[in-house]
């Protein structure tokens, strides 16, 4: 049976990073605050000129050098993605072209926080059906041009990033033992709209602010983040003994070790990366990726299950052999 094996992985960080201190210069916020209630101590902006497209054309460079491949090695690109350059075209084309890849296709995929969990359970369908063979995965914003810096319940949870993995087609035979992605959850439902969601868009003319109850969001996170992971486990045949890693979405420490404790993980076997780049949204997963195998985690072989939800409410999950 045919499988997507991991083929390399990188990330890509703006070069301004912004401390907790920041904010307390403008809102009646600190430090102790921030920490204490989501455990982000800094975040990374995008300069006035860094668009989503150039942070994620940066992470998907350095997955090329990762994997040994040019860009026109891939059949195909997806960006997950809500902060795209512009309406139209997609993010993906922008960066098809400013990577120097002139074949195969490309396009956006909007699931907001879960974008990346989406895009890569579709970049595994094209290759499982034959679609494509080498498949480049993106998640990448830039979150701090949707954020109203007067609402402090939102605007020092959110950072800038991008990072990418590449999807290759190998054969397995079709156990657990395979490499490559073994099982993938998605869900949405849009009864739950209004609990997280930007209040502009084409059809008010303006680009809009992120609204956030953010209680809210943290209840639905915690139950349906272990819910999905446990799916997407039980479908690929593994139990939380089997897991190495946990690689989920980095939006709050709080929301990370409820998940894990309600999967029987360990805080050891879960990848944190939330302290040093806040809540990047689809990026946050391929960023956690890409910083866990730079610093000798991720190993080939080692288990892996990705979980995460954001606006819509839409959530899922994918376990992967790396
Ligand atoms: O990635 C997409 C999914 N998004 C998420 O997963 C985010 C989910 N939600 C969360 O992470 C948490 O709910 C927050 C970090 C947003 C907030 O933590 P919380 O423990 O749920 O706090 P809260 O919203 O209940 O607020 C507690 C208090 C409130 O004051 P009162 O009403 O008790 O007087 C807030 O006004 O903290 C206040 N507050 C702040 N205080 C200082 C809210 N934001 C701040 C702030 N600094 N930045």
């Not at 300069?47 to 059949?75: I, V």
């Not at 890849?101 to 995929?109: C, H, L, P, R, V």
Request: proline residues 2%.
């Amino acid at each position: 049976m045919k499988r997507a094996h991991i083929k390399g992985v990188g990330h890509y960080l703006p070069e301004n990073v912004v401390p907790n201190a920041h904010f307390e210069k403008t809102l009646e916020t600190s430090n102790d605050w921030i920490i204490s209630r989501s455990g982000i101590e800094r975040r990374h902006f995008a300069a006035e000129d860094e668009t989503t497209s150039h942070l994620a054309s940066h992470a998907a460079r350095a997955a090329l050098k990762d994997a040994g491949l040019e860009a026109n090695d891939l059949d195909a690109l997806i960006v997950a993605t809500s902060t795209p350059d512009l309406t139209f075209p997609s993010a993906a084309t922008m960066v098809q072209h400013q990577i120097g890849m002139t074949g195969g296709f490309a396009f956006d995929i909007q699931a907001v926080c879960a974008g990346f969990v989406f895009a890569l359970a579709n970049a595994n369908a094209l290759i499982v059906s034959g679609t494509a063979k080498r498949v480049m995965v993106i998640g990448a914003e830039t979150f701090s041009r949707i954020m109203d810096w007067t609402d402090r319940g939102t605007c020092v949870l959110f950072g800038d990033g991008a990072g990418a993995l590449i999807l290759e087609a190998a054969d397995g035979d079709g156990t657990a033992q395979d490499r490559g992605v073994l099982a993938t959850d998605l869900n949405s439902d849009g009864t739950y709209r209004d609990i997280l969601y930007v209040d502009g868009g084409v059809s008010t003319k303006t680009t809009g602010y992120l609204r956030m109850e953010g209680k809210e969001v943290f209840r639905h996170a915690i139950e349906k983040l272990a819910a999905t992971a446990h799916t997407a486990m039980d479908s690929a045949g593994v139990t939380s003994e089997d897991v190495d890693w946990v690689v989920p979405h980095q939006a709050n420490i709080r929301i990370i070790k409820g998940t894990a404790k309600k999967m029987n993980m360990p805080m050891e076997n879960v990848i944190v990366t939330v302290q040093d780049h806040g809540n990047t949204s689809a990026a946050s997963i391929p960023l956690a990726l890409s910083v866990g195998k730079a610093e000798g985690k991720l190993k080939q072989g080692d288990l892996v299950v990705t979980e995460a939800i954001g606006g819509g409410l839409a959530w899922g999950a994918v376990v992967l052999r790396w």
